[in-house]
């Protein structure tokens, strides 16, 4: 099921499940002037013990569409990827692996 973008599994038997999130990476800067190249998002990983029922909440992170063209200004980041239950901004946080940065601007 997903919902604005959340998707949402329910896990089906009890037992230690290994969760791997990976950060998208970030844009580039594609002018002519000190081009640079984005960071890699980051990749975390863990073996999280899981009750049957349990819905966790899976947030995927996405590396930007737009480049940067001109001096001055940055490319975006990459997004972050989420794994949690409740609200986000509850204690239900399970793993998050951060977005990798710009190529620069």
């Known amino acids: 099921m997903q919902i604005q973008g959340i998707q949402e599994w329910t896990v089906p038997a009890?037992?230690?499940y290994r969760?791997?999130?990976?950060?998208?990476?970030?844009?580039?800067f594609?002018?002519?002037y000190s081009e640079g190249f984005p960071g890699a998002g980051a990749t975390v990983?863990?073996?999280?013990s899981l009750t049957i029922g349990?819905?966790?909440k899976i947030?995927?992170?996405?590396?930007p569409t737009t480049a940067a063209s001109s001096s001055?200004?940055?490319?975006p980041g990459g997004g972050a990827s989420w794994v949690y239950t409740g609200s986000i901004g509850g204690n239900g946080l399970i793993v998050v692996a951060g977005g990798g940065g710009s190529g620069g601007g």
């Open 59 to 63: 947030v995927v992170g996405q590396k």
């Open 72 to 75: 001055g200004s940055g490319s």
């Open 54 to 56: 349990t819905v966790l």
């Open 14 to 16: 009890s037992g230690t």
């Open 45 to 48: 990983v863990g073996d999280i």
């Open 30 to 32: 594609a002018g002519s």
């Open 19 to 28: 969760i791997t999130a990976k950060g998208a990476s970030g844009g580039i």
